[in-house]
């Protein structure tokens, strides 16, 4: 199977950079960093997607963290808004607008959906090891995994699309300023162990990451980095092996990727970045 990605949108409002990035019912949720706080919502029309902008919900103070991130649930009909800054989490209903803090111990940053709908959150403690934690639909924490001592700098964890026992295994991305950090970790959900990695020391040749901010994963589990520093998305195996990058700064793409976004019913790899730029990519 060989993936590639053909532009067939790209939306350019704002050149406010993307925090968050998220599809419900064939509508585009944007959360971006600036001062006004609000999820911009637009109507996607796929396969090949026109954006129109439809309206805004307004949130509790973010204080334009570059941290901060958005997901969905189809079950629970919401969106989830981490806030670094106020370390809680925002339950946002999409159709009235209404807001639901949750308050967490710790400062959220990256936020994915498994498939049983329970929200993962990455905690991350700058240059200690961070943690995973698994929100129900209530805002109550049903498992903390404590990441080993390797893994640091975490950004965003997704669920192994192709684990299907109670033994979860969770990717993680993580790495920013450590020289030898700058990977993607296949972790074990209940120790936080990490069973192998891509990645290492910094750099853009193949089994190198610069800071890999984001990650997304399509229905056959091919995991897509967002390889921030090195301005491409990397498309990695379900093994974590390298496949190839379907899209590069100042060719797909206009800016450095930031957050990513798979929708499974289109197919489209949606990719914001830097300069607010969001890419649809046809799969």
Request: with cysteine.
């Amino acid at each position: 199977m060989v993936l590639t990605g053909r532009v067939v949108c790209q939306l350019t409002q704002s050149p406010h950079r993307v925090s968050g990035i998220t599809v419900l019912d064939s509508k585009l949720y944007l959360l971006r960093c600036r001062d006004t706080d609000q999820i911009e919502i637009y109507d996607t029309v796929c396969l090949t997607p026109r954006f129109s902008h439809r309206r805004c919900i307004t949130l509790p103070r973010l204080y334009r963290d570059d941290w901060n991130d958005m997901t969905s649930s189809e079950k629970h009909r919401c969106l989830y808004v981490s806030n670094f800054s106020m370390n809680r989490i925002q339950r946002v209903d999409p159709e009235c607008g209404s807001v639901t803090l949750w308050p967490l111990s710790d400062a959220p940053c990256g936020l994915s959906v498994t498939r049983t709908d329970t929200l993962l959150v990455t905690v991350q403690d700058s240059r200690n090891p961070g943690k995973v934690l698994e929100v129900d639909g209530s805002g109550n924490v049903i498992r903390k995994v404590d990441l080993e001592s390797g893994i640091l700098w975490s950004w965003h964890t997704i669920e192994m699309a192709t684990s299907c026992d109670k033994s979860a295994q969770y990717i993680v991305s993580h790495g920013y300023y450590d020289q030898h950090n700058h990977c993607v970790s296949l972790i074990g959900a209940d120790d936080g162990r990490k069973f192998h990695s891509y990645g290492g020391i910094p750099g853009a040749d193949t089994g190198q990451l610069y800071v890999p901010y984001h990650l997304a994963v399509d229905d056959s589990g091919f995991i897509f980095v967002a390889d921030h520093h090195n301005g491409r998305v990397v498309v990695l195996s379900p093994a974590l092996d390298f496949v190839r990058c379907i899209a590069m700064q100042n060719d797909e793409l206009r800016g450095r990727p930031r957050r990513l976004c798979f929708d499974s019913k289109s197919k489209l790899l949606l990719v914001g970045q830097d300069d607010g730029t969001v890419t649809a990519l046809q799969l």
